[in-house]
Protein backbone atom coordinates (compact mmCIF):
# COMPACT_ATOMS: atom_id res chain seq x y z
CA UNK A 1 0.00 0.00 0.00
CA UNK A 2 1.19 3.56 -0.69
CA UNK A 3 1.50 6.05 1.71
CA UNK A 4 -0.20 9.58 0.06
CA UNK A 5 -0.34 11.17 3.48
CA UNK A 6 2.33 12.34 5.62
CA UNK A 7 2.96 10.74 9.05
CA UNK A 8 3.16 14.38 11.05
CA UNK A 9 -0.49 14.87 9.20
CA UNK A 10 -2.20 11.62 10.33
CA UNK A 11 -0.70 12.24 14.37
CA UNK A 12 -2.55 15.86 14.02
CA UNK A 13 -6.02 14.97 14.47
CA UNK A 14 -6.84 14.58 17.97
CA UNK A 15 -9.23 11.48 17.18
CA UNK A 16 -6.18 10.14 15.54
CA UNK A 17 -4.00 10.60 18.19
CA UNK A 18 -6.71 9.12 20.72
CA UNK A 19 -6.86 5.74 18.42
CA UNK A 20 -3.75 5.49 18.37
CA UNK A 21 -3.98 5.50 22.27
CA UNK A 22 -6.45 2.95 22.39
CA UNK A 23 -4.67 0.56 20.39
CA UNK A 24 -1.34 0.77 21.70
CA UNK A 25 -2.92 -0.86 24.39
CA UNK A 26 -4.16 -3.91 22.75
CA UNK A 27 -4.95 -4.61 19.45
CA UNK A 28 -8.53 -3.61 18.41
CA UNK A 29 -11.47 -4.86 15.72
CA UNK A 30 -12.76 -1.73 13.70
CA UNK A 31 -16.31 -1.98 15.88
CA UNK A 32 -14.33 -1.81 18.93
CA UNK A 33 -12.46 1.57 18.17
CA UNK A 34 -15.43 3.23 16.91
CA UNK A 35 -17.30 2.04 20.42
CA UNK A 36 -15.00 4.53 22.34
CA UNK A 37 -15.72 7.65 20.15
CA UNK A 38 -18.86 9.21 19.45
CA UNK A 39 -18.34 10.05 16.20
CA UNK A 40 -20.12 7.99 13.17
CA UNK A 41 -18.41 4.32 12.64
CA UNK A 42 -17.97 5.83 8.99
CA UNK A 43 -15.85 9.05 10.44
CA UNK A 44 -14.04 6.44 12.55
CA UNK A 45 -12.97 4.20 9.78
CA UNK A 46 -11.62 7.30 7.81
CA UNK A 47 -9.39 7.63 10.46
CA UNK A 48 -8.32 4.21 10.82
CA UNK A 49 -7.64 4.50 6.80
CA UNK A 50 -5.19 7.38 7.20
CA UNK A 51 -3.23 5.61 10.10
CA UNK A 52 -2.77 2.68 8.28
CA UNK A 53 -1.84 4.47 5.14
CA UNK A 54 0.55 5.40 7.20
CA UNK A 55 1.72 2.60 8.43
CA UNK A 56 0.90 3.62 12.35
CA UNK A 57 -1.54 1.50 12.28
CA UNK A 58 -1.29 -2.73 10.84
CA UNK A 59 -3.90 -4.59 10.76
CA UNK A 60 -4.50 -8.86 10.94
CA UNK A 61 -6.75 -10.74 9.79
CA UNK A 62 -7.89 -13.30 12.41
CA UNK A 63 -11.09 -15.43 11.12
CA UNK A 64 -13.70 -13.13 10.16
CA UNK A 65 -12.19 -10.10 12.36
CA UNK A 66 -9.33 -7.42 11.35
CA UNK A 67 -7.33 -6.57 14.08
CA UNK A 68 -6.10 -3.20 14.14
CA UNK A 69 -2.27 -3.10 15.86
CA UNK A 70 0.08 0.08 16.79
CA UNK A 71 3.12 0.10 14.94
CA UNK A 72 5.79 1.15 17.16
CA UNK A 73 8.57 1.76 14.76
CA UNK A 74 6.60 4.12 12.86
CA UNK A 75 6.52 6.08 16.16
CA UNK A 76 10.15 5.65 16.94
CA UNK A 77 10.68 7.60 13.26
CA UNK A 78 8.68 10.52 14.69
CA UNK A 79 10.51 10.58 18.27
CA UNK A 80 14.04 10.53 15.89
CA UNK A 81 12.70 13.42 14.13
CA UNK A 82 11.96 15.72 17.30
CA UNK A 83 15.34 14.36 19.50
CA UNK A 84 17.55 17.52 18.19
CA UNK A 85 14.50 19.34 19.15
CA UNK A 86 14.48 18.08 22.23
CA UNK A 87 17.86 18.26 23.31
CA UNK A 88 18.06 22.14 22.13
CA UNK A 89 15.08 22.70 24.25
CA UNK A 90 16.35 20.64 26.94
CA UNK A 91 19.94 22.79 26.57
CA UNK A 92 17.96 26.21 26.98
CA UNK A 93 15.80 25.01 29.71
CA UNK A 94 18.98 24.46 31.45
CA UNK A 95 20.68 27.46 30.37
CA UNK A 96 17.89 29.66 31.85
CA UNK A 97 17.54 27.85 34.93
CA UNK A 98 21.16 28.41 35.42
CA UNK A 99 20.40 32.18 35.32
CA UNK A 100 17.04 32.27 37.75
CA UNK A 101 19.81 30.52 40.23
CA UNK A 102 22.43 33.09 39.88
CA UNK A 103 19.87 35.96 40.41
CA UNK A 104 17.70 33.98 43.24
CA UNK A 105 17.03 36.83 45.46
CA UNK A 106 17.82 36.11 48.80
CA UNK A 107 15.13 35.53 51.51
CA UNK A 108 14.39 38.10 53.79
CA UNK A 109 14.21 37.29 58.06
Given at each position: ?????????????????????????????????ADS????????????????????????????????????????????????????????????????????PKK??
Amino acid sequence: MKTRRDIFQAIADPTRRAILTLVALQAMTPGAIADSFDSSRQTISKHIQILTECELLEQEQSGREIYYHFNPNKMKEIAEWLLPFTKLWDDRFNKLEAIMKKHKPKKTE
